[in-house]
């Protein structure tokens, strides 16, 4: 294991000057924080890195073998939830059907206190926070990046809960939001500053901690921005006027993002009229129009219409609470987690839709 400290990383210019004994001092690091594990595929090896107390750590892992990291740096990655090799199969299905259980949650921005207790309180998961609801599905409607500080902690536990729920008969969808998409593409105006010393530390840009030589990043990039259950629909921001004139199937749209936007320069996007819809502000991931004055119930009946789809749920536009218009075709969740204090989650059983409050209580949505 080799261990060097953030403040040496952090002054690589500076540090020249200073007597070798003290980068290795941990007392002169200045920042006490813990970050990862990241998992890196360099020359045929894994290696996973990570901050403890503000030191970087690191460890190559043999075949199978768990990272040598203390369980203090994370509060929710587990070994054992593993995928060999970092190898995922992209979300080939995005349209379900007869699910009896959905609950949906969005924009969380680093705020994995308050995501824990929403789906503790409305028994998505247990007090161990492990899955504890059954076939149900999870829909994760986009932002667990950027804005906070837990951002790595929710990735590694969304990552746990999608294997467990799979096993239990039920699903986690995590959708990518704009936040995710920017990261990715290496818009980074919004890390918080600790993922700035972690980004030093490991003297890359925080967008190659997620590039495709990476476990996380690599899991990301199988993740759709759009699926469908129950003819709702859920994706992060909406679907726009301008959107449904390219006339792209929900599977043509999560193929788009997936093999020709991502990882793609914004140029190029740029220079398609197609992706330049979607990776704009009239695209999925960043349209606000259904909470602008002006939006009226017949465009709301003839986008339902045109998409086959009885709601579409999105995140993205931030309210104190969940809100819903014309009897709830169209549901915005972003109830803004963001800010670390509270929110809440839609809940649907038995074709209702409710609103499930941080407190516990559940009342239906109208
Ligand atoms: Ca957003």
């Not at 990291?69 to 190898?87: C, E």
């Not at 950027?146 to 294997?163: N, S």
């Not at 096993?167 to 998409?181: C, R, T």
Request: hydrophobic content about 40%; aromatic content about 12%; glycine content about 10%.
């Amino acid at each position: 294991m080799r261990i060097f400290s953030l403040f040496a990383a952090l002054s690589i210019g500076g540090m020249l000057s200073l007597p070798a004994a003290s980068a290795q001092d941990s007392t002169h690091s200045s920042f006490t924080y813990n970050d990862g594990p990241y998992i890196f595929y360099e020359n045929g090896l894994a290696v996973a890195r990570w901050v403890r107390n503000g030191q970087f750590e690191t460890d190559t892992l043999e075949a199978g073998a768990p990272p040598n990291m203390d369980p203090a740096v994370s509060a929710s990655f587990d070994a054992g939830y593993l995928i060999p090799g970092g190898i995922f199969k992209p979300a080939r299905q995005t349209e379900f059907r007869g699910v009896a259980k959905i609950a949906a949650v969005s924009d969380i921005h680093g705020q994995y206190e308050v995501l824990l207790k929403l789906l503790k309180v409305h028994h998505i998961i247990d007090d161990g926070e492990d899955w504890a609801f059954g076939h149900g599905h999870l829909v994760i409607v986009g932002d667990v990046f950027d804005r906070g500080e837990e951002v790595t902690e929710i990735l590694w536990f969304i990552h746990k809960l999608e294997q467990q729920a799979e096993q239990a008969g039920g699903k986690v969808h995590f959708l990518l939001g704009n936040h995710e998409i920017m990261v990715l593409q290496g818009d980074l105006r919004y890390i918080h500053k600790k993922y700035r010393y972690t980004s030093a530390g490991l003297r890359l840009p925080y967008n190659e901690i997620f590039g495709p030589d990476t476990y996380l990043g690599r899991w990301l990039r199988t993740k759709p921005v759009a699926i469908c259950i129950n003819k709702i629909g859920f994706v992060h921001a909406g679907y726009s006027p301008a959107y449904l004139q390219l006339g792209l199937s929900q599977e043509a749209l999560n193929h788009a993002f997936r093999e020709r936007i991502i990882g793609h320069p914004e140029d190029s996007i740029m220079a398609d009229p197609l992706l330049r819809v979607l990776y704009g502000e009239e695209g999925p991931v960043w349209y606000r129009g259904y909470f602008e004055d002006g939006f009226t119930q017949p465009q709301a009946i003839s986008i339902l219409r045109h998409l086959r789809k009885r709601n579409i749920v999105v995140g993205h536009t931030s309210f104190s609470g969940i809100v819903t218009q014309f009897r709830n075709k169209i549901i915005g969740i972003d109830s803004s987690i963001k800010f670390g204090k509270t929110g809440e989650i839609l809940l649907h059983e038995k074709k209702m839709f409710y609103r499930g409050a941080i407190s516990g209580e559940k009342t239906p949505l109208k």
